[in-house]
Nanobody, 113 residues
């Protein structure tokens, strides 16, 4: 059973940076594409960034040029570097496997001055 544990969230001022981390257990990470998602209050999960097994990445338009997804298969971790954050980035952030595993607990990111 795959387990996803997100960490690294917190409160940050607009323009600041955060690095989120996702620890993945129960699968061999190098065989799977991964994604970071976010869920704002009252909204559904939305894909923020994805990374393939080969390291190719894609980003939602609102975060292009600001967020960077990366992976370390040896550590079984996926990361999301968030730079130049905006108030609209406020949400609970989740990682997930490309086939859609049960959601973890997420990590709250709050952008506020």
């Amino acid at each position: 059973q795959v387990q996803l544990v997100e960490s690294g969230g917190g409160m940050v001022q607009p323009g600041g940076s955060l690095r989120l981390s996702c620890e993945v257990t129960g699968i061999v990470l190098r065989f799977y594409g991964m994604g970071w998602y976010r869920q704002a209050p009252g909204k559904q999960h939305e894909l923020v960034a994805g990374i393939t097994t080969g390291g190719s990445t894609n980003y939602a338009d609102p975060v292009k040029g600001r967020f960077t997804i990366s992976r370390h298969n040896g550590k079984s971790r996926v990361y999301l570097q968030m730079n130049s954050v905006k108030t609209e980035d406020t949400a609970v952030y989740y990682c997930n496997v490309e086939y859609g595993a049960p959601w973890g607990q997420g990590t709250q990111v709050t952008v506020s001055s």
